[in-house]
């Protein structure tokens, strides 16, 4: 949600191998996840326009995008909102704040056998 974390984490991620495409918005995710196809999405929840539970709704309930992995990132760290994350959809959750070392190795758990 605040710019400075994503591009901290996508800097970080990126360092160690990864490709990476960003979205500011719930609605850009859909739309991009659509798009490219990746094999993981990181997703905060609380995102402009559309937050990032609806936007999770909308990337599992489309058939071309129902198996990329969800990761959600975020610092609604109470179990309930963990609850509502999974519940939405979402195949992981990591309170914030969180080491980027932490996300990138949550983040290769989830990566397909073989990818990097």
């Known amino acids: 949600d605040f710019e400075d974390n994503r591009v901290m984490y996508a ?3 990126q360092f160690n ?3 990476v495409a960003e979205a500011v918005n719930g609605e850009e995710a859909v739309r ?3 798009e490219l196809r990746p094999s993981v999405v990181v997703m905060d929840l609380s995102l402009p326009v559309m937050d990032g539970w609806e936007a999770t709704r909308r990337i599992k ?3 071309a ?3 990329i992995r969800v990761i959600a990132l975020t610092g609604h760290a109470e179990p309930a909102h963990a609850k509502k994350a999974l519940d939405a959809g979402c195949d992981d959750f990591i309170p914030k704040p969180c080491l980027p070392a932490d ?3 949550k983040v290769r758990a989830h990566l397909p056998k ?3």
């Open 11 to 13: 800097e970080y991620l």
């Open 17 to 19: 191998g990864l490709r």
């Open 32 to 34: 991009r996840t659509k």
């Open 61 to 63: 309930a489309d058939p």
């Open 65 to 67: 995008t129902a198996n």
């Open 103 to 105: 996300l990138l190795a």
């Open 114 to 116: 073989g990818a990097p």
